[in-house]
């Protein structure tokens, strides 16, 4: 029929122009050598931030810890109706950055590593009176959480218990980057001091252990974006979408108008 002409001539263009030649995807690591002196592994110290749960644990060389240690560490009541332990026995850093810590003040946590506020709280315990004899002060991080969107197989938020992740790791728990994701423009949403700065990693580059997001942060964002590939077989598609629904739309027509005819 001459009104299924122009369309079918149409959704042929579309078919063969997405047909063009595929252009290769950056690998993980790309032009890597095996290395005969091995380099070291640094671990960067992680900063407190704002929201932070952090679990706060003293101890001392008292013989009778359950009366001298007790009060300077909150009680935890695991039978709490529907709220876990850690949302319990945890202290929240504020907006302002403090902790306020019972018995002994407020603390400015924000910025500090967990050893700095560890410091600072054996001071305060000892300074300028001795409210207990060498106290041992532990401070562990109870929401480090990173979150992964975009072209890998399951994006999500990861729960971080040991308090160190790496992007690789990061991307390997969500499954991996997809075939149409771009591993040399992963971009890093990460939030330093009360501003928010963007980096940007190639996970194909040899020098990735270098980059200062190969080792994430809590509450960093990573996300992968789309390749060019990606992005224009979508738009593609959205194209033959419309055509095929003009098709339709002129096709219903024409037998109308040739039952019509008839």
Do not use: W
């Amino acid at each position: 029929m001459k009104f299924l002409r122009i369309p079918a001539l149409l959704v042929l263009s579309v078919y063969f122009f997405s047909c063009g030649t595929q252009q290769k995807l950056p690998g993980y690591l790309e032009n890597v050598v095996d290395t005969s002196s091995k380099e070291e592994v640094k671990i960067p110290d992680l900063r407190i931030q704002k929201n932070d749960l952090l679990s706060i644990q003293v101890y001392s060389l008292s013989t009778r810890p359950e009366l001298s240690d007790a009060i300077y560490n909150l009680p935890c009541n695991n039978s709490s109706g529907g709220q876990s332990a850690a949302s319990i026995c945890g202290f929240m850093v504020d907006v302002n950055g403090n902790i306020e810590y019972p018995r002994l003040g407020i603390f400015h946590a924000e910025g500090l590593t967990k050893q700095e506020l560890a410091a600072e709280i054996k001071k305060k315990l000892t300074e300028p009176k001795v409210l207990l004899e060498n106290p041992n002060v532990i401070i562990r991080l109870l929401n480090y959480k990173i979150t992964v969107l975009g072209e890998v197989a399951h994006p999500q938020t990861i729960n971080v218990p040991g308090e160190r992740i790496t992007i690789l790791e990061a991307i390997g728990l969500s499954g991996d980057i997809t075939i149409h994701g771009r591993k040399n423009t992963v971009k890093v949403i990460r939030e330093v001091n009360n501003k928010r700065e963007i980096g940007v990693i190639d996970l194909s580059s040899k020098n990735l252990f270098a980059s200062p997001y190969y080792n994430l942060m809590q509450n960093d964002v990573v996300m992968v974006e789309p390749s060019k590939q990606r992005i224009k077989s979508t738009d593609q598609a959205l194209v033959q979408q419309k055509i095929g629904f003009a098709v339709s739309i002129i096709s219903a027509v024409a037998v109308i108008y040739s039952i019509i005819k008839n």
